[in-house]
């Protein structure tokens, strides 16, 4: 009982440390991509090039994992590709946004990991951009368990970007992760995908990874 109390603890302790970075930020007239904590617009469009890299999103059902505004929809109806779409965020006023914007598509305010959050079905890609960008104090963990989900909620594409290690001007309230730790990670999982594919030399502070079950 003691540490599943902990545990709870925690997790709340997160959700306020993901709520003080984020709601100061959601105001009207703010650009999109400082609302969801990127240097500039192209930084912002670059990390979602690559995240769809070599991936075949026609006819597909996708799950954005902190999908925030909705910008990754955004960005693939821009591209005139037809999918079927549903976001998901913690956060109930960037779930208010996004609704605001498309109200044609499936957006939930809900945390992933929450014992009565179940999904009826699977999704063929699962993306997640920027969600680990926060220093949470225990992130590979967090990655950890995110990926057990996500192995769940996938059926053919798992795709997720993370800070370089390598990067200048690192700041301390943000995590950063390197190719070849996330690889190692990637071992605890074998036998659930085929390859793991890493892009990073879009932006000197970024990295891709795109799995293929």
């Given at each position: 009982?003691?540490?599943?109390?902990?545990?709870?603890?925690?997790?709340?302790?997160?959700?306020?440390?993901?709520?003080?970075?984020?709601?100061?930020?959601?105001?009207?007239?703010?650009?999109?991509?400082?609302?969801?904590?990127?240097?500039?617009?192209?930084?912002?469009?670059?990390?979602?090039?690559?995240?769809?890299?070599?991936?075949?999103?026609?006819?597909?059902?996708?799950?954005?994992?902190?999908?925030?505004?909705?910008?990754?929809?955004?960005?693939?109806?821009?591209?005139?590709?037809?999918?079927?779409?549903?976001?998901?965020?913690?956060?109930?006023?960037?779930?208010?946004?996004?609704?605001?914007?498309?109200?044609?598509?499936?957006?939930?305010?809900?945390?992933?990991?929450?014992?009565?959050?179940?999904?009826?079905?699977?999704?063929?890609?699962?993306?997640?951009?920027?969600?680990?960008?926060?220093?949470?104090?225990?992130?590979?963990?967090?990655?950890?368990?995110?990926?057990?989900?996500?192995?769940?909620?996938?059926?053919?594409?798992?795709?997720f970007n993370l800070l370089h290690m390598d990067s200048e001007n690192r700041e301390d309230r943000y995590f950063y992760s390197s190719p070849s730790e996330i690889n190692k990670l990637l071992m605890d999982f074998e036998g659930k995908f085929q390859e793991a594919e890493f892009y990073h030399s879009y932006l000197k502070n970024d990295f891709t990874v795109i799995i293929r079950l």
């Open positions: 009982m003691k540490e599943n109390t902990l545990l709870k603890k925690t997790h709340a302790d997160h959700y306020r440390e993901i709520e003080n970075y984020y709601s100061p930020k959601i105001r009207d007239g703010v650009p999109d991509y400082q609302i969801l904590g990127w240097e500039n617009r192209q930084a912002h469009l670059s990390r979602f090039q690559t995240l769809l890299k070599k991936v075949d999103l026609s006819g597909k059902t996708i799950l954005d994992i902190g999908c925030g505004l909705g910008t990754l929809y955004d960005f693939i109806i821009e591209n005139k590709t037809d999918v079927k779409y549903t976001g998901v965020d913690i956060l109930e006023e960037m779930i208010k946004k996004a609704r605001e914007r498309h109200n044609d598509v499936e957006f939930s305010c809900l945390d992933i990991f929450d014992e009565k959050t179940v999904f009826n079905r699977k999704f063929d890609i699962v993306f997640a951009s920027g969600i680990y960008n926060l220093d949470l104090g225990n992130n590979m963990q967090f990655i950890k368990k995110t990926l057990e989900k996500f192995f769940i909620l996938a059926d053919k594409i798992i795709a």
